[in-house]
């Protein structure tokens, strides 16, 4: 396997390659496992994966944040106790965000925690979801109210799985990297133009594992990655925009530099409809900056101050503490 890289955040390898997904499993034993997998996958990928083990069951779900519910962790957990799963076995989750989420939660508690693999198949999930821990279902309507942080036995990142995702889709996970190239690494925005998408995802990968490693809790430094990302979940509740195109959008309030701003916005509608998110986001204001005041980042409930974080040019950026009066100014711009 000449293309697989092994990159290392803490205590876990993310396995990154062209079809290395199948080879890499034969390499380790299993006993059993429950395949949670996202149900838009091609059929013969989701048989290649069962067929990778001794002992393997599936478990199907449409992926959609409805389905990261209780009521589904529930179902998954009832049949992991009809299976009488132990805390030996496995579960791999298969699919985008959702799926790894939900699956990575009903690992994360299931007995006090058994094993877990996850194996991305979204650009979003491969850039962001798979790596860093965080799992977690919605409740009452809130996003990712339940959850843990959670270490997998090890997260196979392969881009062959691209080949069937929508383009709308891989363009929202290409905007989180391209985040990723704003703030951390400009050389990611270079493989973006060139549709490098095995470096774009390795670079990617690599600067969420240097900062993840740095604030594994997501104390301080760990801000970084939530660049844009306050006005873009405010954004994200309101309507059908994914959360990739939503963060894109409003990277322009932040970037301080003229130049920079222009060319990113011009550079931004290569991959997503940046003048109908502009408009949206004009009618929806006032709704928007209400949705900002519950923001979980607000750090003071009276003068609704949240830590944000500004680029000033490329891969040099600040943090500063901003109001909700500042946002107000930040979206009449
Ligand atoms: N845990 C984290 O650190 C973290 C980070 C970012 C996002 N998330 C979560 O991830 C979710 C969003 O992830 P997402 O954008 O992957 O959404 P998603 O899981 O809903 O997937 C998007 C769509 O693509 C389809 N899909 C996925 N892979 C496919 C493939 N290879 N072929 C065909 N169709 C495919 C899915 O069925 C779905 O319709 C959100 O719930 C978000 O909260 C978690």
Known sequence: MENLRVLQPNKYNVYLGNNITYKLLERFTFDKVLVIADDNLAEIDINNILAAFPNSYLYKVKANEANKSLEEYTKIIDKLTSLSFGKCDYILGFGGGCILDLAGYVASTYKRGIKFISVPTSMLAMVDASVGGKVAINYNGIKNLIGTIYTPEMVIVDPYYLHSLPLRHLNNGLME????????????????????????????????????????????????LNFAHTIAHAIELEGSILHGEAVAACFKYFILDKDLKNTVIKDLANYIDIKELESFIKNNKNIILENIK?????????????????????????????????YEVLLNE
Do not use: C, W
């Open 294 to 326: 519950n923001d979980k980042k607000v750090v003071n409930s009276n003068n609704y101050y949240i830590n944000e974080i500004f680029l000033n040019k490329i891969n040099d950026y600040t943090f500063k503490d901003i109001q909700i009066s500042d």
């Open 177 to 224: 990297a391209y985040k990723m190239g704003l703030t951390l690494d400009a050389k990611i925005i270079d493989a973006i133009h060139e549709k490098n998408y095995l470096e774009v995802i390795n670079l990617a990968l690599l600067a969420k594992i240097n900062i993840v490693n740095q604030d594994p809790y997501d104390n301080n430094l760990r801000h970084v």
